[in-house]
């Protein structure tokens, strides 16, 4: 059953040169790379002052902001978590442990594939559609159940 | 036969019986209804043609939903069916008269006639619209929730033919995941034979296959780049992005064109086969086959296995004669002419291919297969094409079937009712080429798409001298190849996509109305919009204004790169202290505005318009990228929350909830500070959208709630209430303020929107100076300006006049309760060198301002 939950620990976005970010996000549990300057680290929030401070030594300009606010990520779990992501969305779905950017329900987001579930980001604008999308697109398959 | 009410379906008020497997075709047609239809503009009688889906005639109301394809359609009890063409009715309209006014409705009709005097086509076109439709859609409710889902199958294969079974097999036994999918159910067109064992043996092991899902009644509509397959199921709308397609839709019967080939009683052969085979049902008890191929007579068989009396003949077919229906043929044989009596003839005169799908996939991976790409393969031979396709082996290019003989008379489209004599009036009026001739006939731009009738448009065409154009060659086709309802078209319509802020919640709470702004949902008031309006003006409010577009910008070239991009001065901004910024296109026309806000250590805080956000980051990045300049950009729209404190008491009401001094001196006018609001650590700006005292608290996102609650709480005595966009827009405009993209055109430059103080032109470059140059060159025509109205000022849009000549329009419009006056904004041109200063709209005189109408000199923001 395809079943959503937030994922805990907010985020934390980076914004510096390239090899920076590379050097940042080595050993990071949820490192999304969006952009070669731009790496959001999901999961990160607390660790933002030490972050910053890091990156600070990597790369003198660069920035790192507390984005919780700006991201929600939906982990989706459940044995018709793949057909329920197929059915909202036209990108392929990378293999295990891989990491995709595209539309979902519509919306921008922002996919990592992972052994026992999925995790969807989309801007917190936007991701009470998902949170409604999801069960409605797979109702068929089972009741999915936010919470 | 013995039947109930439980059984039947309802036909115009008759009861007519329903058995198990009938089309509602089939259950009309054994109950003896023979006309289906009116043709299109001569309300010629069309009864059952070519039962396949392929052909206009059957095409009836089932259920309230107009244009259904009878044949095409399960009959089920209960069903309501009735004819929609026809006054008073299909069998008995009085409209049928047209079709001996021949003369009166030559071809290009629309073009030609009810031209003079001007007021005739006004009054005309109602009654022809519904003299030559179709229907009418009589359903008010909402659209239902129709789905659009993905599906990422390896291969889609389109019809569930021999063909295309065999190919789904091929690829599933190869390891590939299979969609197949076919507009009714694998071989239910088919009669009984050979070919139907067969079908009905391989869909048995495509239904038993894990590899293979099988979409039944799910026709294939379109195939888009991508490959992307659009399939029109029952329920759901299929949006299937396969690795490659496979299109196996079969073949079609084609089309015969001669005098009286439109009777009721003429068929394509394959549906009067399917009438009798599959339904039991005999399209007439004498019936003349035509044609001379194995497949003629294995429809002769199975019509006379069905008890009918059956000749076959080949020949050229010289006319179809009857009434109401089809009573002769005759047919010609060398020199001889033959009439043989007959109730029903059945043309067997070859196979099309049913190619509308594979001609929208030029340069895509689909192949195809069967009788798609060579009509009139054997058994033996689809299955093994549609093997080798199923395992991906490429197919040789298949030759484009031979035209058939030019039609020298008869109905050429079925759908627009274009006969040869209109196709000979298009061409000896100087129509040349397929496509124009096809533009001014209409042919084959029917609801069957040219699948009756294209090929014998361009046989006509290419059987004149002086033809131009690629009359040979295919012609385009485009989707949906199948009629969709407006309903399936709407399919995914609820996936429309709003943007919430942090504070949605408690805008509902409020029982605010919300409204669409751009992406945006916000609050358009909260239940009285004066009320709201006079918060600001005379005691406090707040507004949500979380949309605006928020960014920092960092790097070594941050300051390089804003300089370059704002036509302001920006360098010399101090910690602390922010300007208004336009943002200029590369032609100097404003594309956005907000502000530029110095934070130190080079980082800058900017905002853009609530619309302009995302476009924004993509406008910040691009320039970027061009300058070549080293600089991060940090979209915060959606991680920081704003709310704007505005009105005479607002700094009262900050100073309850900050410890901080909050006097004019400690933070005036135009400055931005750090400072904690309720707790909530707040980037705090002191501006005036409103024309009031005002401060906007940027502030993280997560503490939106906490903010607005405290703020709300705190000014309950001093009567607070929070304004919406209906109260904003008002305020706004009594200042005087543009709002991007509703008071600007696609032209403005800051000079046209009297903002030429926005722009440093002496600064050595920014996006747009060259363009302001070149603009700059030229006297301005048109300029935007304030305008007041003694009384209400007309309605957004409403032209205005100079002198009684028409010089421009309203862009914004209201009556200003603080001035009691109407106020707007409107674009005017120059009357004899000058722009007027005296207008007039609607009858309202108005005067142009040339200051805002609400405080203008700015002393309450800066109170």
């Given amino acids: 059953m395809p079943e959503l939950e937030l994922f805990p620990g907010g985020a934390v976005g980076c914004f510096a040169r390239p090899s920076a970010l590379d050097a940042l996000a080595e050993g990071a549990d949820v490192p999304l790379r969006v952009a070669p300057t731009e790496l959001l680290l999901l999961g990160a929030r607390s660790a933002l002052a030490e972050l910053a401070q890091r990156l600070a030594s990597l790369d003198p300009h660069g920035l790192a902001l507390d984005l919780s606010s ?60 998902l949170r409604d999308r999801l069960p409605a697109v797979c109702g068929d398959l089972a009741e999915a159940v936010a919470r | 036969m013995l039947f109930t009410l439980n059984d039947a379906l309802d036909f115009e008020g008759q009861q007519i019986p329903v058995e198990p497997g009938d089309s509602v075709a089939s259950a009309l047609y054994r109950a003896g209804v023979r006309v289906f239809s009116r043709s299109f503009k001569y309300h010629r009688r069309r009864g059952l043609y070519c039962l396949t889906g392929d052909c206009p005639n059957c095409m009836v109301n089932v259920d309230g939903d107009p244009c259904v394809r009878a044949c095409v359609t399960a009959a089920a009890p209960g069903q309501r069916v009735h004819r929609e063409t026809g006054w008073p009715s299909a069998d008995r309209d009085a409209l049928g008269v047209l079709d001996r006014m021949h003369r009166l409705l030559p071809v290009g009709f629309y073009y030609k006639t ?62 590939r995941t299979v969609l197949l999918c076919d507009e009714g159910r694998p071989g239910e067109k088919v009669a009984p034979g ?38 029109n199921a029952p329920d759901v709308l299929h949006l299937a992005h396969p690795e490659s397609v496979i299109v196996a839709t079969g073949a079609v019967d084609e089309h015969g064109v001669f005098p009286g080939n439109d009777l009721p009683g003429v068929w394509l052969a394959r549906g009067a086969a399917r009438l009798a085979g599959v339904h039991g049902v005999l399209p007439g008890r004498r019936i003349v086959v035509a044609g001379g191929s194995s497949e003629a007579e294995r429809h002769a068989g199975t019509l006379r296995a069905a008890g009918a009396d059956v000749t076959v003949v080949e020949g050229r077919i010289v006319e179809a004669r009857g009434g109401r229906e089809l009573q002769r043929v005759v047919i010609e044989r060398g020199a001889a002419r033959e009439e043989i009596d007959c ?155 709003h943007q919430h802020t942090a504070l949605h919640e408690r805008h509902l709470a409020l029982n605010a109305t919300m409204e669409p702004a751009g992406a945006w949902r916000r609050p358009k008031h909260y239940g009285d919009a004066l009320a709201e309006y006079w918060a600001v003006r005379k005691g406090v409010s707040v507004m949500d204004v979380g949309t605006l577009g928020k960014f920092i910008v960092a790097g070594p070239d941050a300051t390089a790169f804003l300089e370059r991009l704002y036509p302001c001065r920006v360098s010399d901004l101090e910690p602390g202290r922010f300007r208004y910024a336009v943002l200029l296109g590369e032609h100097g026309f404003v594309i956005d505005d907000g502000i530029v806000c110095a934070l130190g250590d080079g980082r800058w805080y900017v905002t853009f318009t609530s619309s302009g956000a995302a476009a924004m980051e993509a406008t910040l990045k691009d320039w970027a990228e061009t300058f070549g300049h080293e600089v991060h950009i940090a979209d915060l729209t959606a991680a920081w929350g704003a709310i704007n404190v505005a009105g005479p008491r607002s700094r009262e009401l900050l100073q309850r909830l900050s410890s901080e001094p909050l006097g004019n001196e400690a933070f005036p006018y135009l400055r931005r500070r750090e400072l904690t609001v309720a707790g909530v650590p707040c980037s705090a700006i002191r501006l005036g959208f409103v024309g009031e005292l005002s401060y906007e608290l940027h502030h993280p996102g997560d503490r939106s709630a906490e903010l607005w609650d405290a703020l709300l709480e705190a000014g309950r ?23 991007i993209g509703q008071d600007t055109d696609f032209d403005a430059t800051p000079a046209k929107l009297n903002m030429s103080w926005a722009v440093r032109q002496e600064k050595p470059w920014f996006v747009g100076k060259r363009g302001l140059e070149r603009a700059a060159a030229h006297e301005a025509q048109r300029k935007l300006v304030a305008v007041s109205f003694a009384s209400a000022a007309p309605p957004e849009g409403a032209p205005l006049r100079a002198g009684g000549r028409l010089v421009g329009q309203l862009t914004s419009s209201a009556w200003s309760p603080a001035l009691e006056c109407g106020v707007a904004l409107g674009w005017v041109e120059r009357v004899d060198g000058a722009f007027p200063n005296n207008l007039e709209s609607e009858g309202v005189q108005g005067s142009v301002v040339e200051h805002a109408f609400y405080d203008p000199e700015g002393e309450r923001l800066r109170a």
């Fill in chain 2, 717 to 739: 005595d001093l009567d607070i209430r929070p304004h919406g966009l209906d109260a904003l827009r008002l305020l706004r405009l009594e200042k005087g303020h543009i709002i």
């Fill in chain 1, 70 to 129: 700006a991201h929600a990520t939906w982990i989706v779990r459940g044995d018709d978590r793949l057909e329920a992501f197929a059915r909202l969305s036209a990108i392929p779905l990378p293999a295990q442990g891989g990491f995709a950017q595209g539309l979902v329900a519509h919306v921008p987001a922002k996919v990592v594939v992972r052994e026992d579930d999925l995790l969807i980001t989309v801007s917190s604008v936007v991701s009470h559609h």
């Fill in chain 2, 194 to 231: 050979p070919d139907r064992e067969r079908i009905d043996e391989l869909a048995a092991q495509a239904a038993a296959s894990e590899q293979i899902t099988v979409l039944e009644q799910s026709p294939a509509i379109g195939i888009y780049e991508g490959p992307l397959v659009v399939i």
């Fill in chain 2, 343 to 497: 109730d029903a003839l059945v043309l067997a005169l070859g196979l099309v291919a049913r190619d509308g799908l594979a001609l929208q996939a030029a340069g895509l991976p689909v192949a195809t297969v069967g009788d798609a790409a060579t009509p009139g393969l054997s058994l033996a031979e689809a299955e093994a094409q549609g093997r080798r396709a199923g395992r991906g082996e490429p197919e040789a290019q298949r030759a484009e079937a031979d035209l058939p003989a030019a039609p020298r008379d008869g109905i050429v489209c079925l759908c627009e009712d274009v006969g040869v004599d209109e196709l000979d009036q298009a061409w000896q009026e100087g129509f040349r080429s397929t496509e124009i001739v096809k533009r001014y006939t209409t042919a084959t731009m029917g609801p069957c798409q040219g699948a009756m009738c294209h090929r014998h448009v361009r046989a006509f065409i290419a059987s004149r001298p002086g033809a131009t154009g690629p009359a040979h060659g295919p012609m385009t086709a485009r989707p949906p190849t199948r009629g969709i309802t407006l309903m399936e078209a709407a399919a995914g319509v609820r996936d429309e996509v």
């Fill in chain 2, 114 to 175: 009810l031209l003079r005097p001007r007021w005739a086509w006004p009054r005309a076109e109602p009654m022809v619209r519904r003299v030559a439709g179709r229907g009418t859609i009589t359903r008010l409710e909402p659209p239902a929730n129709r789905e659009a889902r993905n599906a990422h199958p390896d291969v889609v294969v389109i019809g569930g033919g021999v063909a295309g079974l065999s190919a789904a097999l091929a690829a599933a036994e190869a390891g």
